[in-house]
Each structure stands twice: as structure tokens, then as C-alpha cells.
């Protein structure tokens, strides 16, 4: 008996300190997608938000108490994305690895320069205005980079012998990203400057890198629902400018994107926003190989 | 006289001369000062227009390299970035956590959220009777359930803090002023040990140590308020946790608070206490003895809470929460002062979200909480002064005295426990963004104790009295309730709640809440 508690104990408590691999996770799939180039071999990356998820409304699971607790490195988008269940996820974790400024822990928004950036004061009637800016900045590819270049740097802090392998291994994410990035460009080059409507400001970064241009968005305020008068309203507007696509996340409901895209005959087009979004955007990469062609698609067939 | 102005002027220009000399120099020196001060600023403004030049020729390079990529929208991403040093926006107001009191870097975040009820019940006894809560809606029309202020921040690296003091007015229109919570939680120490010490909610299942904002239904359920209080089991204490290293969620925590006070029903709560200035009728805890009052005088007078929580997943999409929780401390009946209160819980809570949820919609979800209280009644003696129960002499048994109508004197209850039941169990399903339907089922109930089988009467002082029958602190009841939930945003919410009520010997009685909430400032996340 002694000894099957034993071994039971030594079964739950070994693996943390025989495992060498730096335990990663990250908030948002993207992330942990970007953290598994990044550290290669050396992470096991855990992401908490699946890509079909609302990353703003996220069940603060108990299990992820445990998750976090085990944590070497955290990633978070920061911007008040996961305000609404990260925080107490963290204080319950009690691991000084990742608390606020400890070493492991990473907020993005803080390196990148964020679009949408309030001008003026800020106050809920607005609906769920970020103060800090848009949060949904992963979808540029050359944010990729710069949350690349943050956790080398952060593998680096927590993990120094192995700095030079994430340093390698960024070298080789940039390359890629840049390469990827020239055929992509060319690849929507010829839809530069189409009019498209988005549900949520979720793609802001990416119209902005590609050239599209958003003309609206569904909900009238971020986070509100819209009324059958703002919809009666809208749809006038972007008949008007010629808005050729309505861009939805898996997550949304398609009810009233469809029927605006339909009022103003446009396309309805449901895009993975994070990595896991689809079966086919597995990582970073294949999530904008998939929405490229999925755009470039949609909009070959509405020319 | 010309002689002597002559020589006055002579002197005082031969006085004057050296002074003029003196200037020249002076200003001589003044004007090099001058001119190198001049000469080194000009060189300083060449090196920075030198400087700026380079820097602007560099950034036009890198401009026009940019600008044959034809991808480019706006200049590059890296150039863009900000250094991470410098943080969020400086001064940027944050819907949640907006106020921001001290210097910037020490802040807390203050919210506040008021909940009011309005309605109509058939029941004509509804704070305290239909509605055990205390911070149920009390009364038919309006009701302000509780304003409550919310400060939480970081102390320094090694604590957090948090207070929740409410503000309400009661059904009688006065206002008051409760200290829900006031606690300091440490930050990181070793061991995968956490403490929180102060004012605290105890740990005791998944409602009580929640505030009645974040609960899915208008009221506290029967066997919370019944078992733990109309306030919630709550005191000033401590509480030690620790995460267990499973592969899942496995969290065990012990409590050590104050048994006495109000907030500390079933133990040795205020109230109801007989010989004292708060003589109050009710049964069975009302034999309370002054020894009662001794506070904290040894060990085994405090209130001990220990509770096992465990989680995991079972899908994707599916979270089960199971629990185990007791309280033990010293209850305040009988004349001995040595008597216990023991209160066992289980909890099970069960979760389904949707993968492709919009806003957290839809979800179901199926929580329930059962609890067993077991409560040793001390032996008392109504005739405490051994008068007969005649204080005033006027040859009738005082009003308020329980009488033993065999035998005509006072009642002499044996010490015997207790045992009551109960149990909730609700049903939430958010069907559309916003929108939660949920209904809920309240049973409580005792075992008949020996005194309810005693001929008691409750003296009138005029020689006869009503018949004290079952005990309606412990009798059978159930309630159904109904109701149907809408928030706007996160941060206000309409509800509204039928409650069918079945108390054993009182009847049926029906009633109809509509709540209404809203929250202010920051809001923390809720816990799963």
C-alpha cells in the first residue's frame, strides 16, 4: 500500500522535474502557434482559448488554475483581451513565475503598437472600448514577428543556455514570415482597396496589412447587439460604398451577417480570426494561407 | 567754494575712475562669457541638426526601401513598435479598472454595483419568512437588495487586498452599512500555499462565498440561508489553501474564523438569545445562555471550515466542479455552553459552452449543493430564576416563556442534536447572447426534534399562550423558481423570478421579483 502511494506520488510530481522542456502557455492559440516556432524542441506549448472561442469571454476554468500553476512562461495579449477571466486565473496559480513583471511573464500589447488608440476619454456608454487600442493585433503578420522577437527574448530570460537556439529559430520565423508575407501581398494585390464589413473590429491589423478597406462593422459598439434599426440603417450605407464582402468569426452568429450580406449583395465569408479557427489554419502560417485564399476567393467570384 | 567743489568732484572722480576701469573689464568679461557661451551653444545646435539630418536621411532610406515593397500600408510594423518598457498608454482611462486612486504604479480599483428588486408576493411574512436571504427582496414594491463597493488592488509584491462594504436601507427604511468582505491574500509563497486573512466569506460550497451580484437567481437559496445565514457564514478569520500537483484541479483549503456574531448563524450567532437584551420568540435556538457571550476563550470556541474542491474536464466543452466542505464550531443553545454545531457539504457543478460561443453564449449550466447540519440543542431550563416563569408576580407565566402545558411550569428542555437537510439545485441555459433562462429547486427540511413533540405553548402572560407546534426554523419547505435573466452588456443585468413556495403547516405562496443591476467602475472577472 506504502508503496502504491509512493508510486502514485512519484508519478504526479516527477514529471515537472525530470520534464527540461520549458513549460509555455499562451492565451490565445496564435501565441502558443508563434511560441512553438520560437522555442522549437525546447517548449511544450499549452494554449487556453481554442481559435473557434470568443477570446474575450473565455470560461475561467478551474483546471486552468492548474495549467497556469505549472507554468514556466505566460503569454497574454494584454489590452484588456482577457481581462474578463485571466486575472483571477493567475492569483489563484500562486506561481511567482508568472505573476505581474516576473521574467515569464509576457504581455504583447505592450511591444506592439496598437491601432485604434482612444483620442479622447473613454467610458462604457461607447460599448467595450479597449483604452489601451484594438487587441486583435496577431492578424498582421509583421506583429507576428514582433511577438516572436518578445519570446525569444522571454524563452532567453527564463531559459539563457538555449538563448542562442530561439535566436536561431527567430531568424528562421522572421525569414519565413517575410517570405510568406511577399506572397501574400501579390496574392490579394489585385483586390487592394476592395470595401469589406466586419462583424467585430477583429480584423482591423489584417485589412490594414492587405488593403482592405472596412466600411463598418455589423454591431453597432464593440460588444454590443446590433437592433433591427441599426441593421435597417446600415445596410443603406454599404449597399452605397459598394462593400463586396461581410467577414464573420467561426464564433458569430450568422443570422444577421447573412442577411446584410444578402440585402446588400455581398458575400458572407466566415474567417478563422485565431489559429485553430478552421481545420485548415493549424498555425500561424496556414491561418493566413487559409483566409487569404478564402478572401481572394470570394472576391474572384463576386468581380 | 569753486576750490573746494572742484576738489570734491576731483576726488570723487579720481574715486570713480578705477571704478569705470573696474566696469570695462567687467563688462569685457562678460560679453567673452557671452560670445564662448554663444560659439558652444551653436555647436551644440550643428551637432543635433547633424544628428537629426542623419537620423532623418536614415528613416527616409528605410521609407523608401519600404515603399518598393508593395505592401505597404502604413511604414513597417518593427518601426513601429513601441519599447516595452514604456508600457500601456500612459494616463489611458480603462473601462475596467478605471479609477485609479494614489500615484500612478500604487492604485486600486474601486466598482461599485447596486441591485434592487421590485414585486409582489401573496405572502404576508416575506423578510424572514418566505424570504430567508438577507439580502433578498424583503418586502411587496421595492426593495434596494444592496449597493456594494468593491475596492481591490496589488498591496506590494506580497499581498493583494480586497474590500466589499454594502450599503443598503432595510424594509423598514433605514439605512445600514455591512462589511461583506475585507482581506489581504498573499501573492507567492512556496508550496503552492496561498492565505487570505480578515473579513472573509467562508469557503464553504459554491454560493456563499459568492456576492449576490454574480449568483443566477434573485434570492439566496432555502438551505444557504437556512444552514449558513441570511448573510452567509462569514467572519473575521483565516484561510489557508493549497493546490495540490494532480494533473487536474484539486484544491484543499481550512479555515479558522470567530464562531460568534451574527454573520456566524447556526454557531454562535446573535439574535434570538433569551435572558438578554435581544429577547427574541423563536425555536430551538433561542436558549441561549450568557456564557455564550464568553468570545474567544479557548481553542475549540473558534469556527474550523475545512473544503476539498476538484475539477476537470470532461470534453472540450465540458467542466465538472465537484466539493466537499464542512464547518465545526460552538453553537450558542442550553445552559452548558459546551454545545456544537456541525455542517456538511457537497457541491457539483457542471458546464457546457459552446466551442464556437459569441459573447460566452450559449452554455448550460447545472449546479447544485447539498448540506446536512447537525445541532446539539443544550439542556435549558425556562425557569431560569426559578420564580415558576413569574418575574412580574402577577400569577401568570411572563409572555414569551415557553411552557410545558402537562405540566403547567415553564419548559425543561433535554439536550438533544438536531439534524436538518437540505439541498438546491438550478439549471441555467444561456440560449441567446445575453440571455439566460434558469430555474431552480429549494428543499429543506429536520427531523422532528423532541421539543416539537413536547406540549409547548409561547405564554401570553395572561395565563394562556399559542400552541409552539413545529418548529418553522427547521420544518419541511420547497420552493420552484423560475426565471429568466437579460443583460445588455456585462454590466447591467434585468431578471425576472416567480418563486413558488410550499411551507409545511403555512401553506403556498406565490411571488414575482423583477431585479435589476448595475455595475460601475471596475469589475473583477468572475471565478468559474
Known amino acids: ?17 525530470v520534464s527540461a522542456k520549458l513549460n509555455v502557455v499562451a492565451t490565445i492559440p496564435d501565441f502558443g502557434s508563434i511560441a512553438e516556432e520560437v522555442g522549437g524542441e525546447q517548449v511544450k506549448v499549452t494554449a487556453l482559448c481554442r481559435g473557434t472561442e470568443d477570446p474575450h469571454f473565455v470560461d475561467a476554468r478551474p483546471t486552468f488554475i492548474r495549467v497556469l500553476n505549472q507554468a514556466d512562461v505566460l503569454i497574454e495579449s494584454g489590452a484588456e483581451l482577457e481581462i474578463g477571466w485571466l486575472p483571477p486565473l493567475v492569483n489563484a496559480a500562486r506561481n511567482r513565475r508568472i505573476i505581474a513583471d516576473a521574467p515569464g511573464h509576457v504581455v504583447l500589447a505592450r511591444s506592439v503598437r496598437l491601432l485604434e488608440v482612444p483620442a479622447g476619454p473613454v467610458d462604457r456608454s ?94 453597432p459598439k464593440p460588444g454590443i447587439e446590433p437592433s433591427p434599426s441599426y441593421i435597417a440603417a446600415l445596410i443603406p450605407r454599404l449597399k452605397s460604398e459598394g462593400v463586396k464582402l461581410v467577414i464573420i468569426e467561426p464564433f458569430r452568429s450568422q443570422k444577421t451577417p447573412d442577411y446584410v450580406a444578402k440585402a446588400i449583395g455581398a458575400k458572407l465569408l466566415v474567417l478563422p480570426e485565431a489559429v485553430g479557427g478552421h481545420d485548415q489554419a493549424k498555425n500561424y502560417f496556414s491561418l493566413f494561407d487559409y483566409d487569404i485564399a478564402q478572401i481572394a476567393a470570394a472576391l474572384k467570384e463576386a468581380r | 567754494m569753486k576750490l573746494w567743489i572742484f576738489l570734491t568732484v576731483f576726488c570723487a572722480g579720481t574715486t570713480v575712475l578705477p571704478a569705470q576701469e573696474n566696469e570695462t573689464e567687467q563688462l569685457k568679461r562678460q560679453l567673452q562669457e557671452m560670445r564662448e557661451n554663444f560659439e558652444k551653444t551653436q555647436r551644440e545646435q550643428r551637432e543635433q541638426i547633424d544628428t537629426l539630418t542623419r537620423k532623418l536621411d536614415e528613416v527616409m532610406k528605410q521609407q523608401a526601401a519600404q515603399a518598393q515593397r508593395p505592401s505597404e ?161 462569514r467572519n473575521p478569520g483565516v484561510r489557508v489553501s493549497w493546490l495540490a500537483p494532480t494533473p487536474f484541479f484539486t484544491e484543499l483549503s481550512f479555515g479558522v474564523q470567530n464562531s460568534q456574531g451574527e454573520t456566524a448563524a447556526g454557531f454562535r450567532s446573535a439574535g434570538h438569545s433569551h435572558g438578554g437584551e435581544e429577547e427574541e420568540e423563536g425555536l430551538p435556538f433561542g436558549f441561549r445562555h450568557p456564557d455564550n457571550d464568553r468570545g474567544v476563550k479557548h481553542f475549540d470556541d473558534l469556527l474550523f471550515s475545512p473544503r476539498l474542491a476538484t475539477s476537470f474536464d470532461l470534453t472540450d466543452n465540458q467542466v465538472l466542479l465537484l466539493g466537499a466542505s464542512a464547518a465545526f464550531g460552538p453553537n450558542a443553545s442550553g445552559a452548558s455552553g459546551d454545545t456544537h454545531t456541525e455542517i456538511y457539504g457537497a457541491d457539483l457543478t457542471w458546464k457546457w459552452k459552446s466551442p464556437r460561443h459569441h459573447g460566452g453564449f450559449p452554455f448550460v449550466t447545472w449546479q447544485t449543493e447539498a448540506m446536512l447540519r447537525r445541532y446539539e440543542l443544550g439542556m435549558f431550563d425556562w425557569d431560569e430564576d426559578g420564580n415558576g416563569g413569574d418575574g412580574d408576580g402577577d400569577g401568570f407565566v411572563d409572555e414569551g416563556v415557553l411552557v410545558n402545558t402537562g405540566t403547567g411550569l415553564p419548559a425543561v428542555l433535554a439536550g438533544e442534536t438536531l439534524t436538518d437537510w437540505g439541498f438546491y439545485s438550478q439549471l441555467l441555459y444561456g440560449f441567446h447572447k445575453g440571455w439566460v433562462a434558469g430555474v431552480r429547486f429549494d428543499y429543506v427540511t429536520g427531523d422532528r426534534g423532541n421539543y416539537e413533540n413536547l406540549p409547548l405553548i409561547i405564554a401570553d402572560g395572561a395565563g394562556g399562550g399559542a400552541a409552539a407546534g413545529r418548529d418553522p426554523l427547521r420544518a419541511e419547505r420547497w420552493r420552484i423558481s423560475p426565471n429568466l435573466t437579460w443583460y445588455p452588456t456585462e454590466f447591467s443585468k434585468l431578471r425576472l423570478q416567480y418563486n413558488y413556495d410550499h411551507r409545511r403547516d403555512l401553506g403556498e405562496d406565490h411571488s414575482i421579483w423583477l431585479q435589476f443591476e448595475f455595475v460601475l467602475g471596475a469589475h473583477a472577472a468572475h471565478q468559474f
Open chain 2, 73 to 233: 500600408t502604413r511604414p513597417a510594423a518593427e518601426a513601429q513598435a513601441a519599447p516595452a518598457s514604456t508600457g500601456m498608454v500612459a494616463g489611458a482611462w480603462s473601462p475596467a479598472d478605471p479609477i485609479r486612486i494614489g500615484r500612478s504604479g500604487t492604485y486600486m480599483d474601486v466598482g461599485l454595483v447596486g441591485t434592487f428588486a421590485a414585486g409582489m408576493s401573496t405572502a404576508s411574512d416575506i423578510e424572514e419568512g418566505t424570504q430567508l436571504g438577507g439580502h433578498d427582496p424583503n418586502q411587496r414594491g421595492f426593495t434596494v437588495q444592496g449597493v456594494e463597493a468593491n475596492f481591490t488592488g496589488a498591496v506590494d509584491p506580497y499581498f493583494r487586498a480586497n474590500a466589499n462594504i454594502l450599503f443598503s436601507v432595510d424594509s423598514g427604511g433605514e439605512s445600514f452599512m455591512e462589511l461583506e468582505e475585507g482581506w489581504l491574500e498573499t501573492v507567492s509563497l512556496p508550496g503552492n500555499f496561498q492565505v487570505r486573512a480578515g473579513q472573509i466569506l467562508t469557503d464553504f460550497g459554491r454560493i456563499n462565498s459568492q456576492h449576490p451580484h454574480s449568483w443566477a437567481f434573485v434570492d439566496s437559496p432555502l438551505v444557504n440561508a437556512r444552514f449558513l445565514g441570511p448573510d452567509g457564514l
Open chain 1, 126 to 219: 461607447m460599448g467595450d472600448v479597449h483604452p489601451a487600442g484594438n487587441p486583435h493585433f496577431w492578424l498582421d503578420p509583421l506583429n507576428g514577428k514582433i511577438i516572436a522577437r518578445e519570446l525569444a527574448a522571454a524563452f532567453s530570460r527564463v531559459d539563457p543556455p538555449n538563448a542562442a537556439v530561439y535566436q536561431a529559430n527567430l531568424e528562421k520565423f522572421n525569414e519565413r514570415i517575410d517570405k510568406k508575407l511577399a506572397d501574400w501581398t501579390k496574392f490579394l494585390e489585385p483586390y487592394r482597396g476592395t470595401k469589406v464589413v466586419t462583424y467585430h473590429k477583429s480584423f482591423e491589423y489584417f485589412a490594414d496589412r492587405f488593403g482592405l478597406v472596412i466600411s463598418g462593422q455589423v454591431e
Open chain 1, 1 to 17: 500500500m506504502k508503496r502504491t502511494l509512493l508510486a502514485l506520488l512519484l508519478s504526479v510530481l516527477l514529471p515537472a522535474a
